[in-house]
């Protein structure tokens, strides 16, 4: 038996006050939790548009760059022998970038 304010407490009533404090404990984090991801997600809200817009007009450049690059080389294979040789060029910079992320995903600690 402890002594709390005065009387005395049975081990029941300690484990049951200890039980109500814990889900109280536990119900505050969670509070927290959500209030954290919350606030992440206001600021996602915002950056998350104008990070697919950059993707977007990067690719859009990459695109231009690829056919000013293909019309470049279409000087000395014509037209669709110059655009070809750019797809292919720029395909096997596509697969070298998927390689090194299978490498880096399958070396992954278990």
Do not use: H, N
Not at 4 to 27: F, N, P, Q
Not at 48 to 63: H, K, M, Y
């Amino acid at each position: 038996m402890t002594p709390v304010g005065g009387k005395e407490e049975s081990v029941r009533e300690l484990i049951a006050r200890l039980i109500d404090e814990t889900k109280a404990y536990v119900k505050a984090e969670i509070g927290v939790v959500k209030s954290t991801a919350l606030a992440w997600v206001d600021r996602a809200k915002i950056a998350v548009p104008l990070i697919v817009t950059a993707i977007l007009l990067v690719q859009a450049a990459l695109i231009v760059l690829i056919a000013a690059f293909g019309m470049a080389l279409a000087a000395w294979l014509g037209v669709a022998g110059g655009l070809a040789v750019a797809a292919v060029i720029v395909l096997l910079i596509a697969g070298v970038c998927v390689g090194i992320a299978v490498s880096k995903v399958s070396k992954a600690p278990e």
